[in-house]
């Protein structure tokens, strides 16, 4: 399989990136880790005159984190620097597990964090954990800078608010609540570089009882073109003492909610189980890591 020829550009620095992406607009593709892009090409999918070759932008790379504020990831961090991170392991656990469910070592080792958000694939692994514990991103451009709730620059299959001229540069994560946790899971056919049939994470924050619910963000992959962020679940959940009652109509809830299709990987009724039964999954889960008790 032949890619079409292409112009390639390795920036050294943010502005030069910039300018290259103001110039070439969008006659140009950014290369971060080059694990969906360059299939793309080689499938003719893609056809970019040309390359913007990010990894040798040190400014892109690397994981920060300040007590009290949160962390910043840059757009071309690793998937596995994400996976081995402890700060990431620390305070922002489904991310840490999401990370490390990303296709292979290998694979992990090439993709970016920004190229996940990026190819905006409605089964991608990164954007449920990173919208439920609140991620905002950073686009740029030659001019400036804009944030958006990562929930609002993933727009649907394929397709994100980056507009020509733009780039992603950082994910910005706030720090997390006190007894509060996160927790990721993936079902798919096997365990095998599978794309996952249905994924999810869940951020819940408890009052000071370690009993009651006092916010909580579930987010569903896979089962509409773009993350779906539950509505009902905390509905239902919010301002309750949590027990196993509520946690059953939170999955019948998010089970409703989801609006999957049926495809190769899994029927769309199997998908609506997978949502109930990772719903019941997450929630007693994350409601025993912050309070130490099950229900
Ligand atoms: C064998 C295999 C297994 C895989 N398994 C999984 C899996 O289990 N889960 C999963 O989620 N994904 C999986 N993937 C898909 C892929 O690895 C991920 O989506 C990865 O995170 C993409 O990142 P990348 O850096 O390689 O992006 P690239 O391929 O370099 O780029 C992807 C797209 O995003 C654009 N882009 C990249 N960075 C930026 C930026 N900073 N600003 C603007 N645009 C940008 C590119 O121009 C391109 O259009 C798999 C891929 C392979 C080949």
Do not use: W
């Amino acid at each position: 399989m032949f890619m079409n020829h292409f112009a390639y550009f390795a920036p050294q620095t943010p502005s030069e990136t910039l300018n290259l992406v103001s110039r070439l607009g969008n006659k140009a593709k950014i290369l971060a880790g080059g694990t969906d892009l360059l299939i793309m090409m080689k499938e003719k999918l893609l056809k970019p005159e040309y390359l913007i070759d990010i990894n040798e932008v040190r400014e892109l790379k690397g994981i920060s984190y300040e007590p009290g504020n949160g962390a910043v990831i840059g757009a071309g961090a690793k998937i596995s620097e994400i996976e081995f991170s402890g700060i990431i392991r620390e305070k922002y656990y489904a991310l840490h597990q999401a990370a490390g469910e990303l296709g292979s070592a290998q694979v992990r080792h090439m993709a970016t964090i920004g190229g996940n958000s990026c190819h905006a694939s409605p089964a991608a692994e990164t954007p449920p954990p990173l919208i439920a514990l609140g991620a905002k991103v950073l686009i740029s451009n030659v001019f400036g800078d804009r944030e958006l709730p990562l929930e609002e620059f993933i727009l649907g299959n394929r397709v994100t608010a980056l507009a020509e001229g733009e780039m992603l540069t950082k994910f910005i994560l706030p720090e997390p609540a006190s007894k509060s946790a996160s927790r990721y899971a993936y079902i798919g056919r096997r365990d095998a570089m599978e794309i996952d049939a249905v994924n999810m994470a869940v951020n819940i924050v408890l009052e000071d009882d370690a009993r009651t619910v006092k916010t909580l963000k579930l987010v569903m992959g896979s089962v509409s073109p773009k993350p779906l962020v539950s509505t009902e679940v905390p509905a239902i959940l919010t301002g309750r003492e949590f027990n196993s009652e509520l946690v059953e109509k939170a999955a019948r809830a998010a089970s409703g909610e989801a609006k999957p299709i049926s495809d190769i990987r899994a029927s769309a009724e199997y998908r609506r189980e997978l949502v109930a039964v990772l719903t019941r999954r997450l929630l007693q889960e994350v409601f025993g890591a912050v309070s130490g008790k099950g229900v």
